[in-house]
Structures are given as structure tokens and as C-alpha cells.
């Protein structure tokens, strides 16, 4: 006995599709806000603010920690051959090609992201977004966009914070606590680490992650059923969707990056 009608799963698959292209439909709208988004900068530096400084004790302190657990391992790892002093090299290519964005980009999805929506949703569910469509004013342009720019700029602000609060993190535990040469830990670093090959990568990857993470958290606001249950549903489905995008869009970045 088939559990599922033909007819269910055409109709499954028909609202897939129409999701899908209402997501395009958003996707394409946003982007064509650049200019006009920036001309109002007031309103974007507002949702930096909210979104960033509101999201940097977390980032900061999640930063220190990994530093310290890199720290510990990477030195005792190393020490197995000889080479303690690269230590710093470690710490600092693992956060700046991968932790650093994509940790942040995973805290930035649960701290601001689930903040976008539920924002979002409550206005829907208010019918706020509604009276500024009566009143002949679009609810994309002033209220999206701004979120969707200021999230993009906030995540690689936000990465450089984690990366360089886990290097000062490796630097206490393997300088401070474990004896590692100061002078080694940060030439190696200095010597190792290219700006372009590495950071500039990162900075790549944190850029698309918040491209990826505020598009889907706006998203999932702006299609959020208006009510109680709708915005929760749609909260819980911007952490699940915007953090399995997120490592799925790392490896294809890394795929990309070190094999062109």
C-alpha cells in the first residue's frame, strides 16, 4: 500500500518549484537595489550596527576559544616532529582560510540570521509590510535591502575579528602557558601567510557566506507565514538552511581556490 498519491507529490514538487521562484524573484530584486540602497547609507550603517556590534561579544570570545584549542593540539601534534616553532603558521592558516569564515559565518546564522527573520516575520505577521505596500512604498527596497548590504559588508568584519582573536588565543596558550619562542610564533606567521593566496581568500569566502546567510534569513522572513507558528518555523529553518549552505559553499570554494 503506497503511503503517497502521484497526486501529493506533483503537488510537492509544483510548491518546490514555485519556492523556488519566488526565491529567485527576491534574489534578483536585491540585487538590483545597489544603488538605491546606497543612497539611503543612513539605513544600512543602522543594520551594521545591529548587526555587527550586537554579534561581536560572541564572535570574539568563540574566536579566543578556538585559539586556545588550536593552540593546545597544534603544539602537541607538532611536537611529534620536531616543529613547535610553526606553531603560529598553524593556528593562523587554519582560521584564515577556513574557521575564520566559516565559524563565524555558522555564529553570524544563529546570533543575527534567526534576529533578520523573526524581525521580518513579526513585521509580516503585524501587517506592517502590508500598510507600507498601501501606502505606495516597497517593503523591498526599504526594508530588505538595507539588511541584505549591511550583512554582506558585517560578515568579513566579523571574520577578521574571530581570526585575529584565535590567533591572539594560540599565541597565549603556546607562548604564555606552553614556552613556544614568541619571536618564532610570529615570524613564521609573518613569513607563511600570504595575503593574497590566503587572506584574500578568506575574505572571498566570508563575503559570499554573507551573501548566503542574510539572503536566506531575509527569505525565510519575507515568506514566513503570519503567524506565531509560521515565524518560528521560519527561524528554525534559517539556522538549518543557512548552516548547511554554508559548509556545502566551502568546499565548493575550496575546491575552486586551491585547484585554479
Same mark, same amino acid.
Given at each position: 500500500?503506497?503511503?503517497?498519491?502521484?497526486?501529493?507529490?506533483?503537488?510537492?514538487?509544483?510548491?518546490?518549484?514555485?519556492?523556488?521562484?519566488?526565491?529567485?524573484?527576491?534574489?534578483?530584486?536585491?540585487?538590483?537595489?545597489?544603488?538605491?540602497?546606497?543612497?539611503?547609507?543612513?539605513?544600512?550603517?543602522?543594520?551594521?550596527?545591529?548587526?555587527?556590534?550586537?554579534?561581536?561579544?560572541?564572535?570574539?570570545?568563540?574566536?579566543?576559544?578556538?585559539?586556545?584549542?588550536?593552540?593546545?593540539?597544534?603544539?602537541?601534534?607538532?611536537?611529534?616532529?620536531?616543529?613547535?616553532?610553526?606553531?603560529?603558521?598553524?593556528?593562523?592558516?587554519?582560521?584564515?582560510?577556513?574557521?575564520?569564515?566559516?565559524?563565524?559565518?555558522?555564529?553570524?546564522?544563529?546570533?543575527?540570521?534567526?534576529?533578520?527573520?523573526?524581525?521580518? %516575520?513579526?513585521?509580516? =505577521?503585524?501587517?506592517?509590510?502590508? +500598510?507600507?505596500?498601501?501606502? @505606495? $512604498?516597497?517593503?523591498?527596497?526599504? !526594508? &530588505?535591502?538595507?539588511?541584505?548590504?549591511?550583512?554582506?559588508?558585517?560578515?568579513?568584519?566579523?571574520?577578521?575579528?574571530?581570526?585575529?582573536?584565535?590567533?591572539?588565543?594560540?599565541?597565549?596558550?603556546?607562548?604564555?602557558?606552553?614556552?613556544?619562542?614568541?619571536?618564532?610564533?610570529?615570524?613564521?606567521?609573518?613569513?607563511?601567510?600570504?595575503?593574497?593566496?590566503?587572506?584574500?581568500?578568506?575574505?572571498?569566502?566570508?563575503?559570499?557566506?554573507?551573501?548566503?546567510?542574510?539572503?536566506?534569513?531575509?527569505?525565510?522572513?519575507?515568506?514566513?507565514?503570519?503567524?506565531?507558528? %509560521?515565524?518560528?518555523? =521560519?527561524?528554525?529553518?534559517?539556522? +538549518?538552511?543557512?548552516?548547511? @549552505? $554554508?559548509?556545502?559553499?566551502?568546499? !565548493? &570554494?575550496?575546491?575552486?581556490?586551491?585547484?585554479?
Amino acid at each position: 500500500m503506497s503511503w503517497y498519491k502521484p497526486a501529493d507529490i506533483g503537488f510537492a514538487a509544483r510548491r518546490q518549484l514555485a519556492d523556488l521562484g519566488q526565491g529567485a524573484r527576491l534574489f534578483v530584486r536585491l540585487l538590483t537595489t545597489l544603488v538605491p540602497a546606497f543612497r539611503r547609507f543612513g539605513l544600512i550603517r543602522d543594520q551594521i550596527h545591529f548587526l555587527g556590534n550586537y554579534s561581536l561579544a560572541i564572535i570574539a570570545v568563540s574566536g579566543l576559544f578556538v585559539g586556545f584549542v588550536f593552540g593546545l593540539q597544534g603544539y602537541y601534534t607538532l611536537q611529534r616532529y620536531g616543529s613547535s616553532e610553526a606553531l603560529g603558521l598553524l593556528v593562523a592558516l587554519s582560521l584564515v582560510r577556513e574557521l575564520g569564515p566559516v565559524v563565524t559565518a555558522l555564529l553570524f546564522a544563529g546570533r543575527a540570521g534567526t534576529s533578520l527573520t523573526a524581525e521580518i %516575520g513579526l513585521m509580516k =505577521a503585524g501587517e506592517q509590510i502590508s +500598510v507600507m505596500e498601501m501606502m @505606495a $512604498v516597497d517593503p523591498v527596497l526599504r !526594508i &530588505l535591502a538595507p539588511r541584505f548590504w549591511a550583512g554582506i559588508i558585517t560578515m568579513p568584519l566579523l571574520a577578521a575579528v574571530f581570526s585575529a582573536m584565535g590567533i591572539i588565543g594560540g599565541w597565549v596558550v603556546g607562548v604564555l602557558m606552553i614556552g613556544v619562542d614568541s619571536g618564532s610564533f610570529w615570524s613564521q606567521i609573518q613569513g607563511g601567510v600570504d595575503v593574497w593566496q590566503d587572506v584574500g581568500n578568506g575574505i572571498v569566502k566570508s563575503v559570499v557566506f554573507g551573501f548566503t546567510v542574510t539572503f536566506v534569513a531575509l527569505l525565510e522572513g519575507f515568506e514566513a507565514q503570519p503567524t506565531p507558528e %509560521g515565524v518560528a518555523s =521560519a527561524t528554525t529553518r534559517t539556522v +538549518v538552511t543557512a548552516s548547511l @549552505a $554554508v559548509l556545502g559553499l566551502d568546499f !565548493i &570554494l575550496t575546491a575552486l581556490m586551491f585547484t585554479i
